[in-house]
């Protein structure tokens, strides 16, 4: 999954702007490639990863092994339901290729805002949704309900992340290849 989603990653997270110092949390961090992407752009940043899987967690520690020493990288066993971070950690929080297999969408959305610092932003991306218009897309979403995948389309990731409260909601398609990159700050506390 590190090599297969990477040409994905790299797309969306070209639509987001990473400062140095980001705190950023990956959710479902799988074999740990983005983690690392999301470490070398925060050169002075620390990026967390969490995983319902043990053996995601074990293949995400080994790939950021370098990272983890230097203790710029931190792995852990947890499901986006009850993330195990205080209110305000994070400055950005991505999920790639994993919000359709979440138990409860709307729930782990609104936990992900919960963690997320006033102005933080939260990127999902993912490389099929509801309605794309490519082969795959139209075979997933045939066998979605089968599989337990919830697949959402362009406006129903907006709603998502409206109900959850973030504002400058942006939904990006990539027609040809259908994919999807939505995207949505926290708004900042007024005083």
Known sequence: MNSRHSHLTDWGLSHVSIEPQYTILDVGCGGG???S??????TQGKVYGIDYSEASVAMSEKTNARFIDMQRV???QASVSQLPFDDGSFDLVTAVETHFWWPDLPAGVSEIYRVLKPGGMLVVI??????ANTTVARVIEQRAPRIGMKLLDPEEHR???ADAGFSEIQIIEEH?????CAMGRKPNMKA
């Open 74 to 76: 931190e792995i852990r």
């Open 176 to 180: 040809a290849k259908g994919w999807i």
């Open 37 to 42: 992407k999301l470490t070398e752009a925060a």
């Open 126 to 131: 993912a490389e099929v949704y509801k309605g």
């Open 159 to 161: 709603a998502l992340f």
């Open 33 to 35: 490639r983005t983690v």
